[in-house]
């Protein structure tokens, strides 16, 4: 997703306003929405209702620092890799999930490195330095009878009389 504006710039014009100011001005809104839905709706249809975008507002600015939401947006939206995932999927060995609009391109350095995500993870990998390497994870072409899993023995109940 593009931004139309400077991100920096129009968090300061938007914080500076309020939230009701914000809600009652079209050129404040628009691009506030649009951060909103990119940060914490993946990109969804915001509440057009002017009290729940209030509370947008509150999130966003009061509840959160808003500087740090808006550097991780200004990094997703100027990334180079391109995930092959849409909204947000779980990592079992990070534990926890990821977003695909807000992942930037050191995370996903960090996670190919460590071998929490794959190459297949991805569309477009990041621009990676030349020293970094990517962890494969280890699979077994062919099976053999040790690794076969062991089946229990089926149970069986006895009937009542």
Known sequence: MKFNFDIYEMGERIKNAGAEATVNDPSLLLPFLKLYSFVYLHGGQPSGCGKIQRGYWNQFFVMNNYKQLLDMVNKA?????????????FFVKLGKHVSANLITDEQAIEYLEKGIMSKDDFLTLPNMPENETIVEEQTSEQETPEDKPVEAPKKTRKRKK
Request: glycine share 0%.
């Open 77 to 89: 939206v100027n990334r180079t890799c391109v995930p092959a995932w849409k909204n947000i999927k």
